[in-house]
């Protein structure tokens, strides 16, 4: 399939991996871009930027196709060494980049300089719109259903892509709820070019997590997200658990008082212990409605070929049945 994603990145398939705390490792990117996606190492899950610059060396002996790295600007008690990782991605010979989070003009000079094709990640069209201002490449539209941080608007997909179509100039791709091949004709008809996924390809035999991770996504339905830190401002869809029905009823109690350090407990630290060591009950993790959709655990590829083929059958003879 040809998009304008697919000739942005040079990828076979329009299909990305997002940016993952504690799953974006080298393994789960090269997986996918060895599977024609374009897979992304989560930047921020490297402790230094040497570190950084380590896993893109890794990724590149696993795969010879592109990959990206993902910049996240959230707000966080201590700021990153931003400048560090940007270096290491540029002397890493790295042509993707996915940041999140916050505006990222202040590091578009330098990436675009070193060739470097950028997608910002926003859950409004007004900050789509900006994005495509200030000369990133592309957007990648995150929907209210997508795991991790679906912004404040709560405007889901179905609305929010359209009107993504109706704005932006550059191509978009639709993040959020995604896992198959329906989703992503759907996506096409909506004005995407293309698709991110975070939550399935946790579920992929090549995701580097716990074995715990994948088979509890498996147990999940869509019922079973909840939104935590809606009152700071900073919500984040995660999969329920005990320590999420503990932090929800901090917030219940404390209401418009409530502190980061309140409930430091229930999110900090938390993605090695659950990602790592498959401690699910260890506090709150990013994880989307999609779980609902999510049955089995494929291989990269036969995910993605799979997404595919399925695609390509809806295209080619169900919607002309129609006319
Ligand atoms: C476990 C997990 C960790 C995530 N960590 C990040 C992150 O560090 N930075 C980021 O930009 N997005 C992060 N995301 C969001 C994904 O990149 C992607 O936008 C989102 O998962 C799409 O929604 P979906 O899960 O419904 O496919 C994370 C998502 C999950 C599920």
Not at 164 to 177: H, N, Q, T, W
């Amino acid at each position: 399939m040809k998009t304008r994603i697919t000739e942005l990145f040079g990828i076979e398939h329009p299909i990305i991996q997002g940016g993952m705390h504690f799953v974006g490792f080298a393994e789960m990117a090269a997986a996918v871009s060895n599977a024609g996606g374009l897979g992304i190492i989560t930047g921020l899950t490297q402790r230094t930027p040497e570190d950084l610059a380590k896993e893109i060396a890794r990724c590149r002996d696993m795969t010879d196709k592109p990959f990206g790295v993902n910049l996240t600007f959230l707000p966080g008690l201590a700021t990153p060494d931003y400048p560090g990782y940007v270096k290491a991605i540029i002397d890493g010979g790295v042509k993707a980049v996915e940041t999140a989070g916050n505006n990222p003009v202040k590091w578009l000079p330098a990436l675009k300089e070193a060739g470097i094709k950028v997608i910002h990640k926003c859950t409004a069209v007004r900050h789509s719109l900006k994005a495509e201002a200030i000369g990133c490449d592309a957007v990648s539209v995150d929907g209210f259903e997508c795991g991790g941080h679906p912004g404040e608007d709560d405007v889901p997909n179905w609305i929010l892509l359209p009107r993504a179509a109706e704005e932006l100039k550059i191509p978009f791709v639709a993040s959020g709820g995604v896992a198959n091949g329906k989703q992503l004709v759907a996506a096409l008809a909506l004005g995407a070019e293309g698709v991110n996924m975070g939550t399935r390809f946790i579920a992929t035999k090549e995701a580097p997590v716990h074995e715990n991770v994948k088979q509890a996504i498996l147990r999940a339905t869509e019922l079973d997200t909840r939104l935590v830190m809606r009152p700071l401002r900073n919500t984040e869809r995660v999969l329920t658990n005990p320590a999420v029905e503990r932090l929800i009823a901090k917030e219940k109690e404390l209401g418009a008082n409530i502190k980061f350090e309140d409930i430091i407990a229930e999110v900090a630290g938390v993605y090695p212990k659950i990602m790592m060591d498959g401690d699910m009950d260890a506090g709150a993790w990013s994880c989307g409605m999609v779980v609902g959709l999510i049955h089995d655990i494929p291989t990269c590829k036969e995910l993605i070929d799979g997404m595919m083929a399925e695609a390509e059958a809806i295209i080619r003879k169900r919607l002309p049945g129609f006319l």
